[in-house]
């Protein structure tokens, strides 16, 4: 999404909402350059109005729910993700119904007293993603399991010979956390979990690890899986619009027929004037026009922007309306301060 399509497509969004949020499946924490800004980009100015709130509830779940994905109670985030694949990587499996797919995430863990701990989210480099993908897949490939790649070499899709019965929970959620309490459950967890040792096993003194550690950088010595596959999925809201390029945005308003603009200019040509609510996924928020943003609910061309930033354990809601943005009293924020304030009180 460019610069100047994320500026104008808050215009058409004059009288209702425009939720902006980023995907854990990426970032798990904000890492935004707020040191960086001046106290008058839109970026600060942003965090110095808006309203802020915790909700113990991972990102990724929320976007889905505001999608109208209805909890059943494993949330497919893997088979969304998998839509928005190419279609050279989709024709590695033309259907899901007689496979299983589930979201593959490099992860550091922590050796503690008597389990582990998930202390972070790792980004490969090309070399490693490709070398890992080989490696694992070698191996697996006489159990009828498949590390398929995605476009993003950040993730893979775990690919069962048949649909597992599986409660999983998002990585967002364990992270930080001792994983015990958010292993696997179901008719087939266990057969998860023995591939998650297997995984921790092989990983073990592979020279990709070697490396990094000479780097000094966390070793990549296991793989969290999530977001089980179904065999159908059913959205319940019709009415809610999607604006942007972002790859997962144009695959899902395809595959379940919900309004979508790639660029403003299609809207405005269509005369259309008011959307019940606006979604808009991004996966880098540094490329978010924060001072058009700012700019636009300062006008009313916005009545409310709400802004959700995927954190460990949950996520913190920005809320900004016109009327905020002229309470010239409140303090300049940082990222920092928002999140130590919550914290404290959670």
Same mark, same amino acid.
């Given at each position: 999404?460019?610069?100047r399509e994320i500026?104008l497509?808050c215009?058409i969004?004059?009288?209702e909402?425009?939720i902006?949020m980023?995907?854990?499946?990426?970032?798990l924490?904000?890492l935004g350059?707020?040191?960086?800004d001046t106290?008058h980009?839109?970026?600060a100015?942003l965090?110095?109005?808006?309203?802020s709130?915790?909700?113990?509830?991972?990102t990724?779940?929320q976007w889905?729910?505001q999608?109208?994905?209805?909890p059943?109670?494993?949330?497919?985030?893997?088979?969304?993700?998998?839509l928005?694949?190419?279609?050279i990587t989709?024709a590695q499996?033309q259907?899901?119904?007689g496979h299983?797919?589930?979201?593959?995430?490099?992860?550091h863990f922590?050796? &503690? !007293?008597?389990?582990? /701990? @998930?202390?972070?989210?790792? #980004?490969?480099?090309?070399?490693?993603?490709?070398?890992?993908?080989?490696?694992?897949?070698k191996?697996?490939?006489d159990e009828g399991?498949?590390l398929i790649?995605s476009?993003?070499?950040?993730?893979w899709?775990?690919?069962?010979?048949t649909?597992?019965?599986?409660?999983?929970?998002?990585?967002?959620?364990?992270?930080y956390q001792?994983?015990?309490g958010?292993?696997p459950?179901g008719q087939?967890?266990?057969?998860?979990?023995q591939?998650?040792?297997q995984?921790q096993?092989l990983?073990?003194?592979?020279?990709?690890?070697? &490396? !990094?550690?000479?780097? /000094? @950088?966390?070793e990549i010595? #296991?793989?969290?899986?999530?977001?089980n596959s179904?065999?159908?999925?059913?959205?319940?809201?019709?009415?809610?619009?999607?604006v942007g390029?972002?790859?997962l945005?144009?695959s899902?308003?395809?595959a379940f027929?919900?309004t979508h603009?790639?660029?403003?200019d299609?809207?405005i040509?269509q005369?259309v004037?008011?959307?019940?609510?606006?979604?808009m996924?991004v996966?880098?928020?540094?490329?978010?026009?924060?001072?058009?943003?700012?700019?636009?609910?300062?006008?009313?061309?916005?009545?409310?922007l709400?802004i959700?930033l995927p954190?460990?354990g949950g996520t @913190?809601?920005?809320s900004l309306?016109?009327?905020?943005?002229?309470k010239f009293?409140?303090?300049?924020k940082?990222?920092?301060?928002?999140m130590q304030?919550?914290?404290q009180?959670?």
């Amino acid at each position: 999404m460019s610069m100047r399509e994320i500026s104008l497509a808050c215009l058409i969004f004059h009288t209702e909402h425009l939720i902006i949020m980023n995907l854990s499946i990426f970032e798990l924490a904000y890492l935004g350059s707020q040191a960086k800004d001046t106290p008058h980009s839109g970026k600060a100015k942003l965090f110095r109005f808006a309203n802020s709130r915790w909700i113990a509830e991972a990102t990724d779940q929320q976007w889905m729910h505001q999608l109208g994905f209805l909890p059943d109670p494993n949330w497919p985030l893997a088979q969304l993700l998998w839509l928005a694949e190419p279609a050279i990587t989709r024709a590695q499996l033309q259907s899901a119904d007689g496979h299983g797919l589930l979201l593959a995430q490099p992860v550091h863990f922590s050796l &503690q !007293r008597d389990s582990f /701990g @998930l202390d972070a989210l790792i #980004s490969l480099s090309a070399d490693e993603y490709h070398m890992l993908t080989q490696y694992l897949n070698k191996f697996f490939v006489d159990e009828g399991l498949t590390l398929i790649p995605s476009v993003t070499q950040q993730y893979w899709f775990l690919q069962t010979s048949t649909p597992w019965q599986l409660y999983t929970h998002s990585l967002q959620s364990a992270m930080y956390q001792n994983i015990q309490g958010f292993m696997p459950h179901g008719q087939h967890a266990q057969k998860l979990r023995q591939v998650m040792n297997q995984v921790q096993m092989l990983l073990h003194e592979h020279p990709v690890n070697q &490396q !990094r550690i000479a780097d /000094g @950088l966390p070793e990549i010595n #296991s793989i969290w899986f999530s977001g089980n596959s179904r065999p159908a999925i059913k959205t319940s809201h019709k009415h809610i619009g999607l604006v942007g390029q972002h790859r997962l945005t144009a695959s899902l308003a395809e595959a379940f027929q919900l309004t979508h603009y790639a660029h403003i200019d299609n809207a405005i040509a269509q005369g259309v004037q008011d959307v019940q609510d606006a979604l808009m996924l991004v996966d880098d928020m540094d490329m978010v026009d924060w001072d058009a943003l700012f700019v636009t609910v300062k006008r009313r061309n916005i009545q409310r922007l709400m802004i959700h930033l995927p954190i460990a354990g949950g996520t @913190l809601q920005l809320s900004l309306t016109p009327i905020d943005c002229w309470k010239f009293w409140r303090q300049p924020k940082s990222f920092e301060t928002l999140m130590q304030q919550h914290v404290q009180n959670h």
